[in-house]
Every structure is written in C-alpha cells, then in structure tokens.
C-alpha cells in the first residue's frame, strides 16, 4: 500500500493532478514526483483567460494556466489543459446569477467542485488512466469501517471541508488530499524546498470570476431583471426606502442599504416575488431552525437518523455549532441549532458533522419560519 492508499508501488501508479496554477496545487504535484508516481497533470480553463491575465488572486485562467505550465515543466510532468469555459458557465456563472435574481446567496466554489472538478474533470482523470484525482485541498480522507470518509483538515484555519459537502462516498473513494495533515507554512516551505516559482504566490481571495469581488456587476450583465427597483421594508411592512434590485443585496447585509435609521439595521429576508427587501435590528438575524435540501450524505448508513446528534455549520467561516438533524417525508432534512445562528440565508450550505467527520450537507430553503 502506498502513500495514497492504492496497492500499487508508486511507480506504477498512474495520478491526475487538478492543477490550479496556485501554490497548493503545484506542490501536490511536485510531492508526488518526488514520490516516484506517475503524474499527469490537468489545468482547467473556467473563463475567458485573457481578461484574468495579470490580475492577482484569480485562479483557473490567465496566468495561472501559465504558472501551472511553468511548474509542470519544472517538474518534467505532461500537462494538459482543458477549456471548460462552457461547462463553467452553465454549471457555475449562470447558477450564480440566477441565486442571485431569486433572492438568495450562492456558493459557487461548491458548485464548481460538484459539477465541473469532481465530476467532469474526475472522468477525464479516469479516461486518462489515472489511478485516483488528486487536488490540492485542505481535507483529510480517511478509511472508516464503511469506506472512505472526509474529514476536517487538521489545520483549522485553513480547512475547506465547507465546499467539498457535496462529493459522493464514489466520488471520494477516487479523490485524495495529501495537504489536510499540513499547515500552509509547511506547504509553502515545500514549496521552497523542491524549487517551485509559485512558492511565495498569493491566496485567491475572491470569487474567480468576480473581479475585485463587485459580484452585483456579473449578476447584472446576466440577469437584468435582478436589478428592477423596489421597496425596502422593516419587519413590520412599513416601508423605508427604495432599492435599485435584490441582485444587490445578501441576508445579514448591513452595508450600502442607502437609509437613515437610528440604529445598525440588517438585511433579515428578501421577497423576489415582490421585490421586497426586508430589513431589521441584529436580534431578527438569531434564528434556531432550518431546512436543507439537495442533501448529500457522507454518514453511516443511507441518511440521516431520524433524529441525531450533529454540529453543523451554515457559513464556510464560523465554526461548527450543536444542532440536531431530523429527517422528513419530504427528503428535506431539518436542522435544529441549541444556540440561535444568525445570518442564515437561502441558497447557503449547512454542512453537517460529527467532530472531525464530515457527514454531508445540503442547501438551505427558503420556506422555513424566521422565528424558533
């Protein structure tokens, strides 16, 4: 059994690389070259790359396919890049806008690993010859009684088990992370030491295809109707003000709301059917209850018990909090915290967990009361 689990020596076993152009994916390949494994790697072209070029913290076009093809040649791998621009903007652009025009806040780096990464991408790795897809996020796979589970990365700051919640157990018995045991210095100390031009590379920030991260702007340019004006409202109806668009506004918003009041208001809904957007003080954000839908489990058995023990989390940078899961007629699964959350919008993820373990997670909908 080598280092990746596979019973193979290295040199005999064949891995694809997601390339990404950054630091963490570079060293992923260069460790396995060290390793001895036979290492292809594949960089994906999500959007039109000649308007990335040169702009710092993008990924996946533009100078990042550059640097990628810089460090494969270093490390004297083949390197493969594929335009999936189009699958991209169905998958993920559109999807966005269209979270967005309904009121909700999307996450599309979940939705790009669920569609283009881990299953498009995962196929070309496997008509490749490949023995497993290897990327370079920050989780653990580790081998459970039942197969393969994900877990937390072991560096909390940097864990990105939020945006993997909707890979399947097929999926992650494919997958594997040789970063989730190590801090980003140790990476970037890799880095350093097997000679690599991205060592010192900054972080992506933003949104890829979000420029400077004015989101509102992507939005509008695809869905014109997000930006139709209309009231802003407190909890009690009674109107405040007027808005260009819901496009340009999240849950749990306090900034740019353009109305006088005197004390700290907050986004608390927003109503597309009458392009109402609803605003309250930060105790209307508390809520207890939710329901998540499109849920993927990772857990033991087919789903959730009818009633368990969970933590769950419903933004990628808060830490997972008590809740409890019950499972519904509906397939929709609800979500019950000990302690109020706030700011949980439609269109987020709420992934669940048991300790380190990842147990899945789902979408959160809009239909449930605001109130507990």
Known sequence: MNSLEIDKAPSATRVVVAMSGGVDSSTVAAMLVEDGYDVIGVTLQLYDHGRARGRPGSCCAGEDIHDARRVADRLGIPHYVLDYEQKFRTQVIDAFADSYASGETPVPCILCNQTVKFADLLGTARDLGADALVTGHYVRRRRGAGGPELHRAADDTRDQSYFLFATT????????????????????????????????????????????????????????????????????????????????????????????????????????????????????????????????????????????????????????AAAALQARDDGTVGVAFDDPETGIAPGQACVFYDGERVLGGGWILRDEPLAA
């Not at 702007?217 to 808005?243: C, K, M, N, Y």
């Not at 993927?296 to 023990?309: V, Y």
């Open 169 to 320: 157990p097929e999926q992650l018995d494919y997958l594997r992370f040789p970063l989730g045991e190590l801090a980003k210095t140790e990476t970037r100390g890799t880095a350093s030491r097997l000679g690599l031009a991205v060592a010192d590379k900054p972080d992506s920030q933003d949104i890829c295809f979000v420029p400077g991260g004015r989101y509102a702007r992507v939005v509008e340019s695809l869905r014109p109707d997000a930006f139709e004006p209309g009231d802003i409202v407190d909890i009690h109806g009674t109107v405040l003000g007027g808005h260009g668009g819901i496009g340009r506004f999240t849950v749990g918003q306090r900034r740019g709301l353009g109305i006088a009041s005197d004390q700290p208001l907050y986004v608390t809904r927003i109503e597309p059917q009458t392009r109402r957007v609803v605003v309250g003080p930060r105790d209307a954000l508390m809520q207890r209850h939710l329901r998540v839908g499109g849920v993927n489990w990772l857990g033991d058995g087919e789903g959730p018990a009818e009633s368990q023990r969970i933590q769950a989390r419903v933004r990628s940078t808060r830490p997972p």
